[in-house]
């Protein structure tokens, strides 16, 4: 199995572009810890380990490391869009809280299923999938 460094080296020379020491930094701090995170958080944590990279640049990367298949952005809309970890980890779906942010993760076999199905009948290959369920979490219900 191919590391995610070099999983990323050769995206980025199919890409002719160059794995730059700026690009390992935010790779290397990306998947430094197994939460969600968002870009500016990133910024904070380059900055606290005195790294300093352009919030463009940071940008710009994680765009190239979603394309890789390594990270997945996990939520769009009015609220920034966060990323998690693909590489090495178990494919599963969210459910996130419009009232705190909070991301639930789960997995659910028979949805996997219901969507496999719905690609075989329509005879459509799929690639990937993101499931993402916007609602309130037990607390912020309790709250309104």
Known sequence: MLSK????????????LKFT?????????????????????LLVDLRQNKLKISK????????????SGLLREVIFGERHAHYE?????????????NGCGKIIEFVENRIEKLQDEVCRRNKFEPESHRLQIQGFCEDCKKMT
């Open 5 to 16: 460094e070099d999983i990323f080296r050769e995206f980025l020379e199919s890409k002719n």
């Open 21 to 41: 020491t700026e690009r390992q930094a935010i790779l290397e701090r990306a998947f430094a810890n197994h939460k969600h995170f968002e870009a500016d958080e």
């Open 56 to 67: 463009a640049t940071i940008y710009r990367t994680l765009s190239l490391l979603v394309k």
């Open 85 to 97: 970890q693909v590489y090495g980890h178990e494919h599963h779906d969210h459910l996130v809280c």
